[in-house]
């Protein structure tokens, strides 16, 4: 059962959407007389028009009066009104209680707000910011020291998976304490965002390998996210220990991840030490 207000907050969240959407803007022939109309913007005829849905289809949507809307429905809305990515959460917390499977806008990823490349230019750890396709989006003068030659890779999941140095040497126990996980993110994002063609692309790259195709062959463990993991790794300047690997979801960039690596030196992994009480 959905929460109470639910309804209201979805009418008022397409009306305002409506609103800034004139019928120009979409292709559509505004009334000969605007003095005729209640709302600026579409009107709810004009969306059923642009969905090619039956007539009342989006004003039954807007009134809360569809129990479980369809996909297809939220996201011919979502791309109609131009949503927000913010909006588009909204869309579908408040008709149907719950988060989008998806972004709306697949390039949502690659719009990563100023402070974070400011955040991760200021941090000591090795810090990065990567789009959802793990395109590398930003990075700190830390993060350059993992490579030998100073040149950080366009893509950290290729890398991660293909490149022979970051196998042999840097990820260290690459068989067992690396590649089962990252994998498992490659399968799972693959089969969550067959668009995007970069992930496509390493995944046939990764079963093409040698190395790495018998190992994603297997049957896939369930996935283990970064955020919080311990993994041995061999500094090409400090030399070995573990790198502290802590990941954010950025809410603005919907499917970009800041990643922080923090490196300690040593044989053993330990644990990081408490912040000082204030």
Known sequence: ???????????????????????????LTAPAD????????????????????????????????????????????????????????????????QEPPD???????????????????????????????????GHNPAFTELFPDARPPSNVLRWMLLDDEARGRT??????????????????AHAARPYQHTLTRI???VMDDPVAGPLYRRDPRAEMHPDGDVRPLHHPRLG?????????????????RFMVVHFTPGPAAPALPAPAPS
């Open 1 to 27: 059962m959905k929460r109470a207000g639910q309804p209201e907050k979805l009418q008022n969240l397409l009306r305002a959407a409506r609103a800034r959407v004139s019928p120009e803007q979409v292709g």
């Open 34 to 97: 605007p003095r005729g109309r209640h709302a600026e913007g579409l009107t709810q005829n004009d969306m059923d028009t642009l969905l090619a849905a039956r007539p009342d289809t989006y004003a039954r949507l807007e009134r809360g009066k569809i129990q479980r809307p369809s996909r297809e429905l939220l996201e011919g809305v979502g791309r109609a009104l131009e949503l927000t990515a913010i909006e588009w959460r909204e869309l579908w917390a408040y008709a149907l209680g």
């Open 103 to 137: 972004v709306l806008d697949p390039h949502a990823d690659t719009h990563i707000p100023q402070v974070w490349h400011r955040i991760c230019g200021e941090l000591a750890s090795m810090a990065y910011i990567i789009s959802g396709d793990w395109t590398l989006l």
């Open 171 to 188: 990820l260290v126990d690459w068989e067992t304490a690396w590649a089962p996980a990252v994998m498992a993110q490659l399968r799972i």
């Open 203 to 205: 995944v046939h790259e």
């Open 240 to 256: 070995p220990g573990h790198a502290h690997i802590g990941a954010a979801n950025l809410i603005a960039a919907a499917g970009a």
